[in-house]
């Protein structure tokens, strides 16, 4: 039976070895509260910030209720027709997740074949890339004349501006295994198969969270381009009505919408890289060090 020492050695922190590394312990309810009250303010009062400046500037006169709607009257749209809006954030919501899946699924298929092989990628890079540099706003339009204006298109603009950066954070991901590892694999007589599942894809995991959050808020986007182009429902559809109408207090509580939904996609994103990645660096809010 091993025991500890109780008396740490003069000069080291409370909880270090002897070697003089500190250990490290799990954080108890009351730390993770804390710690997430301390990565949450700072954005909250810049949000505080936002909106106080946004009421003031409304309030005093300074710009024409015209051109920039009040968070007052903006907030009585939403509450006036609470059932107009939750309908069409739910569609829009449907939309950008089914796109976010499809352009997740493909587009690390796609990552596992252009890395398992050279050619492919010589392949099908450029054309990937030339599909990405291409305006959606400027293509949308076809695909609403091929698919009607059902939900089709809007998937389809959503899986496009999805689609790239979780191709491109896989592909990173997977090709930045140390040559080491894969080489201690293939001495042990590892199949392609298993050095992938044991080493590539658990090494890629923080590269592909990285292009996922910026995935979930691109499809965000295309979801709401496909729909301002061609939709007789969703967010997009809530915007263009605005616009035409001149509705100011609408086309704002549709722009607020779009944005909380982004950012609550992004942060469910980001809370299923902490469940799934909780040893990376990045999820660590304590930091290893020494005495030496």
Request: glycine share 8%; no cysteine.
């Amino acid at each position: 039976m091993v025991t500890r020492n109780p008396v740490a050695q003069a000069g080291e922190p409370a909880g270090a070895t002897p070697g003089g590394v500190t250990e490290r312990t799990r954080p108890g309810t009351g730390a993770r509260l804390a710690g997430f009250v301390e990565r949450s303010w700072r954005p909250v009062a810049v949000l505080v910030a936002l909106f106080a400046a946004w009421w003031a500037v409304t309030a005093a006169g300074l710009i024409e209720p015209y051109l920039v709607a009040s968070p007052g009257q903006t907030l009585e749209v939403i509450l006036d027709k609470p059932d107009y809006f939750l309908h069409s954030t739910w569609i829009t919501a449907l939309e950008t997740l089914l796109g976010f899946a499809i352009a997740v699924g493909v587009g690390v298929l796609a990552a596992v074949v252009m890395v398992a092989s050279p050619t492919a990628e010589k392949s099908l890079y450029p054309l990937m890339l030339f599909a990405q540099v291409i305006p959606k706003i400027a293509i949308a339009p076809l695909f609403v004349v091929w698919l009607g204006f059902g939900l089709e298109p809007k998937i389809v603009v959503a899986v496009l501006m999805a689609f790239f950066p979780v191709v491109i954070s896989m592909v990173t991901g997977l090709k930045s295994v140390d040559p080491e590892m894969l080489q201690l694999s293939a001495t042990m007589g590892a199949k392609w198969h298993q050095t992938f599942w044991k080493i590539r894809f658990p090494a890629s995991l923080p590269h592909l969270f990285a292009g996922l959050k910026v995935a979930v808020t691109m499809a965000v986007t295309g979801a709401v381009v496909g729909e301002y182009v061609g939709a007789n429902e969703g967010l997009g559809y809530v915007i263009q009505q605005a616009t035409g109408n001149l509705d100011t207090p609408t086309l704002f509580a549709g722009l607020v919408i779009i944005s909380l939904l982004g950012v609550l996609l992004f942060v469910v994103v980001e809370w299923l890289e902490a469940l799934v990645l909780p040893w990376h660096a990045s999820r660590r809010t304590d930091n290893v060090t020494t005495t030496l």
